[in-house]
């Protein structure tokens, strides 16, 4: 195994530097990398039975991250449907209580 210039090079390069729940681009500027604060997701999370292959890790957003959290699920499209469910119900919250009319 050949060392990596940066943990996890690979997968951003996999991956795109895009989140793959909601789709962020990090590859847009330095100020959507920033604010984006990539990390790497286990699908299917340890605590689980998710381990360290490549198909079982996703580059994720900071916001996509926290809202999986230890979830469990069995596949990608099983996360990113927990993320969107979560991602729709802070949009909800934050129509009704945050934003301005």
């Known amino acids: 195994m050949s060392k990596e210039k940066y943990p996890y090079q690979r997968i951003f390069e996999r991956d795109k530097f895009k989140c793959r729940y909601c789709g962020v681009n990090g590859s847009k500027d ?3 990398w920033w604010y984006a604060n990539f990390s790497i997701d286990h699908i299917v999370p ?3 039975g998710g381990d360290d292959r490549d198909e079982n890790l996703a580059l994720s957003c ?3 991250n926290l809202y999986k ?9 099983e ?5 969107l469910k979560k991602r729709a119900e802070a949009e909800s919250w934050f129509n009704k209580h945050v934003k301005q009319s």
Do not use: R
């Open 30 to 32: 330095f100020s959507t």
């Open 46 to 48: 340890k605590k689980h």
């Open 62 to 64: 900071h916001t996509c």
């Open 69 to 77: 959290g230890g979830s469990k699920c069995d596949s990608f499209e």
């Open 79 to 83: 996360a990113k449907e927990i993320v």
